[in-house]
């Protein structure tokens, strides 16, 4: 993931100044990089090595959207949302 399009996300989930380590920056760093590695496996089915990285990012990101929910469950709808995800 280049540097200016991380920045670009972190700057929209922020919740405020300087904050990267929210769970809603993580989650949205999260799945630009879930939607990176999907487009590298179309084109490299035997890959399995990223294959397995990609399944401990959506487990990660699972895990992050569970907080999120058991916290606040409007919150988390709006985050899926903005996010284009499945529930």
Do not use: C, P
């Amino acid at each position: 993931m280049e540097k200016e399009t991380k920045q670009a996300i972190i700057k929209e989930f922020a919740q405020s100044e300087g904050d990267v380590g929210s769970a809603d920056v993580q989650i949205a760093v999260l799945s630009a990089r879930i939607k990176e590695i999907t487009d590298h496996l179309k084109s490299n089915k035997k890959d399995h090595s990223s294959r397995r990285g990609l399944i401990a990012m959506v487990n990660r990101r699972r895990k992050l959207l569970n907080y999120v929910n058991s916290k606040d469950h409007a919150k988390y709808l709006d985050l899926i949302k903005r996010l284009e995800l499945r529930r």
